[in-house]
């Protein structure tokens, strides 16, 4: 069956709303890095602006809180739209499917399709798919941010990123492989179960019930097996995300003590340590 198109009809205009959001929150990131410095270079004297800047910065906190709820509103709109295209098309496949076929397919497989995978796809759209779309937005001007506050800080920051998205595109065809296991193992076990179901009378008529027993616990087994394993690749690609967050600090205090006091001041490392924040 062929997919239908992500950016099409209904869903352009969500499309075009994360596209808005992302572009909003780097800039708001950047304002804030910028009110940051400002205030720091500020402490200790008499300035009548800090008040402002303290207010500034507490109005881009929430503006930022508001524009990533906004963010996984249109995330979920445009998730569940495509969502609902695609389960109507594979409803209408499945009506113009023939019943000899029909029967040969496995009923528990065929109903994973319409509630387990519709919602991974979901999930891929929404909280994958856009995510990735506002991050790439908002990672560049914070990035661009930091190449104007002191280039040293862009390159270090962007190589770190750059092995981390390289490493986890390198292992992003395990966890594939894995999720598709999991996938695999639970679509044997929903189809036993719902054929055995529908079948109990003869089941028990013919003394098969401690059989079927041993045959349900030994796919589960299989099905927690594969999970775990998925998990591990999950948790793997997640700590790779928490070390490039300390890399990161890492790095820009390890610049911060190299580089000549004189092309430094504490407002700019604190400036950058707040975009490295908002990477993270």
Do not use: C
């Not at 205009?13 to 572009?23: I, P, V």
């Not at 004297?45 to 008040?51: E, L, Q, R, S």
């Not at 508001?66 to 249109?74: D, K």
């Amino acid at each position: 069956m062929r997919f239908p198109k992500l950016i099409a009809g209904d869903r352009r205009a969500a499309f075009r709303l994360l596209l808005l959001n992302g572009l909003a929150q780097g800039v708001l990131a950047v304002l804030g890095a910028w009110m940051v410095m400002r205030i720091f270079d500020l402490l200790g004297t008499a300035n009548a602006t800090v008040p402002l800047f303290f207010a500034g910065l507490a109005a881009i906190v929430l503006s930022s809180a508001w524009l990533r709820r906004g963010e996984r509103i249109e995330a979920e709109v445009l998730g569940q739209h495509y969502v609902r295209a695609v389960r109507h098309r594979l409803y209408r496949r499945l009506l113009a499917s023939n019943p000899r076929e029909f029967r040969q397919r496995r009923k528990g497989a065929v109903l994973l399709k319409f509630v387990g995978d519709l919602s991974a796809l979901r999930r891929w759209v929404s909280l994958g798919l856009a995510r990735l779309l506002v991050a790439a937005i908002t990672v560049s001007i914070a990035l661009s941010a930091l190449l104007w506050l002191h280039w040293p800080f862009a390159v270090g920051v962007g190589l770190i990123l750059a092995v981390s998205a390289i490493w986890t595109l390198r292992h992003s065809a395990s966890l594939r492989a894995a999720i598709e296991e999991t996938r695999r193992r639970q679509a044997r076990l929903a189809s036993n179960v719902t054929e055995k179901i529908n079948n109990l009378a003869t089941v028990q008529a013919f003394g098969q019930t401690r059989r079927e027993h041993r045959l349900m616990r030994r796919q589960s087994d299989q099905v927690l097996q594969a999970s775990v394993e998925k998990a591990d690749k999950i948790g793997s690609l997640r700590a790779v995300i928490d070390a490039t967050a300390g890399a990161n600090v890492l790095t820009v205090l390890s610049l911060a003590y190299l580089l000549p006091p004189d092309d430094l001041s504490p407002g700019m490392v604190a400036a950058v340590i707040s975009i490295i924040g908002f990477l993270t």
